[in-house]
Each structure stands twice: as C-alpha cells, then as structure tokens.
C-alpha cells in the first residue's frame, strides 16, 4: 500500500515543490473527490483549522459551509468538552502515527445523539505533515439495537425470576420448556428441573397423566386464555392462569401458566360463611324485634321476635313494603334516610306503629344505617323496643297527679323521689319506710349510701352517675346491694326515671325486693351454668374440661369448625387432638393454681388444625361451678393475624426512623455543601487558566521540540510531561465540575421552604428543573419518556420547590409502575380555561390500579411497594401541597391500561390585604 507521501508526491510531482498553486490544485482536487462520499469527510491543517470537507460532513454538524471554513472544533462544537478531541489530533500530528480510529457519541443541532465511529489519518505533502484527514461513518441504529436486544433479555428473566408464584412455560407435549419453580414448587427434583419433564409428573408424582381438565391443553384446543381453580395435595387451593404464546403468523407455539396459592382466600371465605351463621343466630335468638329495609322502604329482615310482637309471618312482609308506617309513609322514609345520610344514629327516638290486628303500638326506635362498599347507605337496620305499656303508665300518672300521693303511698315497690343535680333524697313512700325500717323523716336526713351495702359500686358516687343518666331522660334499671337501718343486706331490683314534680326536674327510683327472685335465680343458674359459660362468648372456641385431668367435657360450634375436628371425637380423644407438647403441660400447669375468682391466660399457645395448619392463640380459662363441681371454662382466640399486624407494624416504624435519619442527613448535607463550594471554585478557577496556559505552551514546545529533550519538568522528561499535564489539568477540571454538580443538588435537595407558597411560579420552569433531577432515574425505567410543554403558560400562586416536588414524586410512582423500558411516561402542561387552571398531566403506560387502591392512594402510608422500600407517604404529600394550592389531584387508572394523574392548580391572582401584597412583593 502507498503511504501518504508516496501518494502527495504522485499528485504533485517528486520534483515539484509544495507551492500555494499546488496546494491550492491538490485542494480542488480532495473536494471534488470529498463530493462523492456519503458519509461525513473533512481535512483540516495541522492548527485543527477546517480546510475541505464535504456537505455530509455540513449536515453532520448541522452548519452552512461558510461557518465551518477556516474555524476549530471548539468554536464550533456547543456540547461538552472538545479539549479531548483536539488532544487526540495533537497527539496524531506529534507522534506521526499515521492513523486513529475511536468511537465516541456526537448531538447534532436537533438535540438527535449519534454514535459514531471516526478514522483520521495524517496527510503528507512533499515529505511535510500538511493536515489530518478523517472520514466519520454512523452506528448509531447497530449501538441501539444491540443495546435494546441485549436489556430485552435481561429483563425478560429478571421478570421471571422475580415472580413470588410459579410461572411455567409448556409445549404441546406438556412438557416444561422453562420455569422459575416458585410458589411452593420448590420440591420438584433436581433432575426433573432440567430435562424438560411433563408437568403432570413435576408437579403430581405419581400422576402419569394430564390433569382432568388440562388448563394447559383447552388453551392450546382454543389459544385463548384459561382460569381454573385446583388442588395440590403438597400445596394445597391453588389458581391456575393458563395463556397462549403466539408466533409472528399468530399461531399458538407455547401456553405460559401462572400458578398462585389460595389457601387464604378459601379460608377468609369460610371464615365469612361461619361469621354470616353466627350473625344469623343472634338475630333469630334476640328477644327484640330487628328488622332490615332498603331505601325503597321493602323489608330485607325480620326475625322471630318482630313475627311475635306486631303479627306478621316472615313470609308475609319479606321483599315486600314495611307495614308498621302510617300513611305518611314516603315522608318518613325520605326524613327516615336523610338522618342516616348525615351518619346520624337513631338512639331510643319514640315512635307509634300498628300491629297487624290493628292495635297501636308504642316503640323505641334504635336505628343504624346500611352501606355498601363504596359508603353509600342502601339500607337500614333496626331494633325495636315496645315501650306501650311503659309510656300508657307514664301517661297515667300524668293524668292522675291528683292522686300522686296516694299512688304513691299505696304501691308494693319502695320509692325513693331523688335530686336530680346532687342525687339528695327529696322524698320517700310508706313502702320504703316499711322494706328499710325507718321513719319517712330519717330516710329524708339520710343519702343513698346510707341505705346501700357501701361497697363498690354500691355507693353514693355510683347512683349519683344512675340519677344523672335517668335525669337526662334515659331509665336506668339495675340490680343493688341494699341495707336495712338494722345493717342486714338484701337485693332489690331499682328502675329510675325522670319526672316532673312542680316544675323541677326529678329522679323517681321504685325498689323492689327481689330476695326470693335472686335465691330461685341463683338456683336456676346452678344447673344451667355449664352451658351458659360456654356460649357467653361464642366467637371464640371455648371448651369445658375437668382442671386435674384434662378431659373434655364439652366443646362449642367454633371449636369444632376452627379445629376441623367432629365433637364425638374431641369428646372421646381429649384435646391432644389439636394441642401437642409442651402445649398441653403449660395448660396442666396454669390450671393447677386457679382459684374460683381467678383466671389464668397463656399468650401465643400453638395449636394445629386436621389439616396441620399453625394457629397461633391466646389461652383464657376460669372456673365454673354446676351442681358442686368445679369445671374450667377455656377458650382460644386465634391472634394468628395480629402477631403478623404488630410484625408489620414493627417494619413501619423502621421505616419512619429511616426517613428521620434522611431529613437529618439532608439537613447535613446542604451544610458540607455550602463549605466545600467556595474552595472548589477557587480550584476550579486556575484549573481554567492553567490549561488555556498549556495550549499555548504546548504550540511553543512543538516549535522547539528538538532543543528541548533534556530538559524535565516536574520530574518527569520533557516528552512525556507533554503528555502528563494536559490529562492531570483535564482531570482537575472534569472533577471539579463533577464535584460542583453534586454540591448544587444536594443544596436544592435539602433547601428548607421559608416563603409561604404564594409567589408567581413558571410550572414550565418547575417541570424542567424536576426532569433533570430524574434524569438518572428516567434512564433506568424507560426507553420513552416524552415531554409537552405548553408555551407562554400564565403563572400560578405558589411554591417553586413544592410543585417541583409533586412533579417528582408523581414521576418517580409512573417510571415504577412500568413493566419493562418498552413502555413509556408522557408529562406534559396546558391551559384550561373552563377552570382558570394550569394543568399538569402525568401519564404512563404501567400496570394500573383497581378501584380498591385507587380509593386509598392518598392516605398516608399506605403503599403497594412496601417490600421494595415505599413509605406511602409520596401521593399523601402530594395531595396536601396541591390542596395548599388551591389546586385538585384526579386519578384515571384501569388495571392493565396504565394511570393519568391531572394536577390543576389555579392562575395567579392579586390578592387583596397588606399580607398577600408583601408575598407577592
């Protein structure tokens, strides 16, 4: 191959000299050849001044011809540093290498980045370095390609790998091309895993044949998707996810099945079918009327004791219009609901009705209102207390208070007529004086404890509460611990009530002996204990057991439905059926010291169910007495899923006093900041001045190369300090820069807002500065992320800093909800004049939200990244700076179809008043 100068002295003659016609000639000539060329091709002297070049190379630049002639690089480039490339050039001409060939990246005017590959050789003209020439060729499609298909790989498996549940790709074989083995599959054998085995066989040992029905094989008889529920004796209710895998033409070549655990569903729906049974059996055994009506006033409920208390079957009222309204009945319904509406609940409002024999009935109402899952009342439900006959006696002594006296005089009950401020006797009645042995005139001299037991609570503070409450129009009734004036003890039976003796408000108080009542009660209630016990607290299960031997007496309904055991075999087994060592000792042990009054409790005892599962509970037992034996009454709450609640509650707060130390070292940070700045411009500063130095040094030293060989500078030989110090100027320089940028963000990052949010704030301004903080972030998640700003956008009242804020956060939520860098994020600004806003849109191409979440994004804390570090605090900031605004914040989301978030934060207004005008000052 002919060198360069082999080649200039062909052009221009061995003999010839290099003179400016020559040179001029050989000039014309390389533009005429440039011409041809269609990629970029320049010369330029050994000055780096452009001499020649082609107009590909005009395009490259993005410049006319007559702004490149004559010009260097620096002067023309406006991106980066080009102290490199003309190193590089100096380099070429220094050393007469002949030849370099780099890679490096270029923006053209448009803001488009090219990767491109540059070749430059020297050009020698009669033996003397004239200039370098260089021919640039584009790469930047093959860089982008390489780079999309290799990150296209690596998430695709990342993807995989990351998924909790099993994930499974099959052939038409059914056998398992790929899959990640998650989701409890992980005993699958070794040797399975790898030699692409039937499914029926890793997953069912022993099976030898599909699933009756295939997920797998209806997708691949139909290639459309398929949802299926089964079970895995190793796993348990599993939910089976089976979709085709199209080819480029569309045909099904592959189904993927996505396989995830259940169990908890179906026991929250077991658990919600024992609960509606419970609620069932509570309102069939109330001895009140309850009763259910939609808004529409027809009857969704009516139990037992409402068939028996106004005469109408069950049959005869449901899904059908509440008969107990008046004729008035659309307005008490509307009045009815408008109550509910405003969350009021009806609490003992008096109420007249109808039976259905036609007989007036007087009631006391207690109603609560029904609501779906959104809060909308659909209902309502309530409780009805027939207070007839109470309100007819009420009525008559109203109406007899002439014969108040005798009445009184004259009943069975003992009346006590009390104070209703201070609970002072005002007066008492012939009955009184004759249950309690005194004179009308020591009853009057005396207070309530004196005619009490004195001990708690049957004291003077315990019926002064009573008597307040009555005072207020509620009637108190209760059982107390009375004493006669010869201190002997007995029950009585005290119904308190409000009344009005000369238009003072009093308490009436009748007292009634019920010695002989309590005597049969306490008889009664022998024989029944056993039983009574046991279903006081039926939401847990409760069992009975004799204390020294363990042996089961008797079980509850949750017991049994809990444990999965049937009673017989509880009975006959004893509880080792669901409780194992050392369970059953710290169960002996506690029951060995209980007293009759006492109790013991065992927290977070470990007991199992039929099906072996793990129930964490809280152990509660008493003694109990039915017919001279003590029994011990024990129930079990399952606290398995508050164990797991306080766990994460534990995480939370962990999480907290991390944001805690981040503030902190924010606040830190922008200190050291403001330090380190002035020092590293100072550096920065003669880092400059240095280096521009060096450029002229470095023309003189290549003048005078020759004459200075020997000499040394800095310790180092004169040629290579010519290499040295341009490349430790530049690295002053590059980490100068680099230690600024980084001391600019964290000042803005940890500024503290001073002013009140009420300045004029550019949000186009706003959304520039928080892009290029995201800048790292938004290389990270997407290959597209498009911005649209409206020009000449009218300003807004607020915050800068807070606005940039919003914008962040709500970009940061949209790059995280996207599932690969193929989809993308679009933020853009506009006008809307309807509302006199500015609104800033963010919309991404993620996953989505359903309505659930979508319900409660903005309250604090609550995240669905809390495994991967989410505080729930970012959009519940967000609300309350656009709500400071004045401003509004709207969701549009649907699962699968990504989310748009619209900001609107009002147009900026003069305000009227000395304080607005300064904030706007």
């Known amino acids: 191959m002919a060198t360069n100068e082999e080649i200039s002295a062909s052009w221009i003659g061995k003999k010839e000299e290099a003179s400016p016609a020559n040179v001029s000639k ?45 010009k260097r690089l620096r002067q023309l480039s406006g991106q980066g540093n080009t102290r490199p490339l003309e190193a590089m050039d100096r380099e070429l001409i220094r050393n007469t290498s002949g030849w370099q060939c780099f890679q490096t990246c270029h923006r053209d005017a448009t803001g488009k980045e090219w990767s491109v590959i540059v070749n430059k050789a020297m050009l020698f003209l009669q033996g003397e370095v004239r200039g370098i020439v260089g021919v640039i060729t584009d790469v930047t499609e093959l860089e982008a390609t390489k780079k999309e298909l290799y990150e296209s790989r690596e998430i695709l498996q990342n993807v995989f790998e990351a998924i909790p549940d099993l994930l499974t790709v099959h052939d038409r074989d059914l056998r398992i091309v790929k899959s990640n083995w998650h989701g409890g599959y992980e005993y699958v054998a070794d040797e399975l895993r790898t030699g692409n085995p039937y499914c029926y066989d890793a997953y069912y040992p022993g099976q030898d044949r599909p699933c009756e029905p295939c ?71 109330s ?30 009222v449901l899904n059908k219009e509440y008969p107990l309204f008046p004729k008035r009945r659309e307005q008490e319904i509307r009045n009815l609901f408008k109550r509910l509406g405003r969350d009021e609940i009806i609490h003992g409002e008096e109420v007249y009705r109808q039976c259905k024999d036609g007989s007036p009935i007087t009631l006391s109402r207690h109603n609560a209102p029904l609501r779906d899952t959104s809060g909308r009342v659909t209902g309502t439900m309530a409780v009805l207390v027939d207070i007839t006959e109470r309100k007819q006696a009420e009525n008559e002594l109203k109406a007899s208070e002439a014969n108040y006296r005798a009445i009184f005089d004259g009943t069975n009950d003992a009346i006590f007529v009390l104070d209703a401020e201070n609970g002072t006797i005002v007066d008492v009645n012939r009955k009184m004086c004759e249950m309690y042995g005194c004179s009308r005139e020591e009853a009057l001299r005396l207070d309530v404890e004196a005619f009490s037991s004195g001990q708690e609570p049957y004291t003077q503070s315990f019926a002064n509460h009573y008597v307040m409450k009555a005072a207020m129009g509620e009637s108190q009734l209760f059982e107390w611990l009375a004493r006669r004036m010869d201190n002997s003890l007995f029950w009585v039976e005290v119904n308190i009530k409000k009344i009005n003796l000369g238009g003072r408000t009093r308490a009436l108080a009748s007292v009634r002996d019920i010695t002989e009542r309590k005597l049969a009660e306490e008889a009664q209630r022998e024989s029944e204990e056993r039983f009574r016990r046991i279903f006081e607290q039926n939401e847990d299960p409760a069992m009975i057991i004799c204390p020294e031997t363990l042996v089961i007496i008797d079980v509850n309904p949750v017991l049994v439905k809990h444990y999965g055991f049937p009673a017989r075999k509880l009975l006959r087994e004893g509880s080792g059926l669901f409780l194992q060592q050392p369970g059953l000792d710290r169960i002996r042990l506690a029951l060995r010291g209980i007293t009759d009054s006492g109790t013991v409790q065992i927290e977070q005892l470990v007991t199992f169910s039929k099906n072996g599962s793990r129930i964490i509970t809280s152990f509660k037992a008493k003694l109990i007495r039915a017919r001279g034996v003590s029994y011990a009454y024990c129930t079990f709450r399952d606290i398995t899923e508050r164990l797991r609640i306080r766990e994460e509650t534990k995480k939370m707060q962990s999480k907290l006093m991390q944001t805690n130390k981040m503030a902190a070292l924010g606040t830190l940070s922008s200190g050291i900041a403001h330090e380190i700045n002035n020092p590293v411009n100072f550096i920065l500063s003669n880092a400059r001045m240095l280096h521009d130095a060096w450029q002229d040094l470095d023309l003189l030293f290549l003048e005078c190369g020759n004459d200075l060989e020997d000499y040394s500078i800095g310790g180092f030989p004169f040629t290579e300090a010519r290499d040295i110090l341009p490349k430790l100027l530049d690295g002053i320089i590059d980490g100068s820069h680099r230690i600024r940028n980084i001391l600019t963000g964290l000042r803005e990052f940890a500024r503290e807002e001073k002013t009140p949010p009420n300045q004029k704030v550019d949000v186009n301004d706003a959304i520039e500065k928080s892009v290029a903080i995201l800048r790292n972030q938004i290389k990270e998640h997407t290959n597209h992320f498009h911005i649209s700003l409206e020009a000449d956008l009218p300003p807004v009242r607020g915050s800068l800093q807070q606005l940039e804020q919003v914008v962040i956060n709500l970009a940061m939520n949209a790059l995280q909800s996207l599932p690969s860098k193929e989809f993308g994020v679009y933020l853009s600004t506009y006008r809307e004049k309807k509302s006199s806003c500015v609104v800033i849109k963010v919309r991404d191409q993620g996953i989505g939200m359903d309505h659930e979440v979508v319900k409660r994004i903005f309250d604090p804390f609550f995240t669905t990244r809390l495994e991967n570090g989410g505080t729930g605090l970012g959009l519940s900031i967000c609300y309350s700076i656009v709500k400071e605004h004045e401003g509004a914040i709207e969701v549009e989301t649907e699962p699968g179809n990504g989310t748009s978030v619209y900001v609107r934060i009002p147009f900026f207004r003069h305000r009227e008043g000395t304080h607005d005008k300064q904030g706007d000052q």
């Open 26 to 70: 050989w000039l014309d000539m390389f533009t005429e050849m440039m011409a041809v060329f269609p990629c970029p091709v320049y010369f330029k002297d050994i000055r780096g001044r452009y001499r020649v070049f082609n107009t590909a190379f005009e395009r490259f630049l993005g410049l006319p011809a007559e702004e490149i002639r004559g």
């Open 215 to 285: 997920n797998v094989l209806e997708v691949f008889r139909t290639n459309l998707p398929s949802l299926k529920e089964k079970y895995n004796s190793r796993i348990g209710h599993v939910e089976s996810h089976a979709f085709p895998v199209f080819d480029e033409s569309g045909k099904t070549v592959m189904v993927a099945e996505y396989v995830r655990s259940i169990n908890e569903r179906k026991l929250a729906e077991k658990a919600l079918s024992e609960a509606n049974q419970r609620l069932n059996a509570i309102i069939a055994a």
């Open 287 to 316: 001895p009140l009327p309850i009763i259910a009506m939609d808004i529409h006033g027809k009857v969704m409920l009516w139990n037992p004791a409402a068939e028996k208390t106004f005469g109408w079957k069950n049959e005869e």
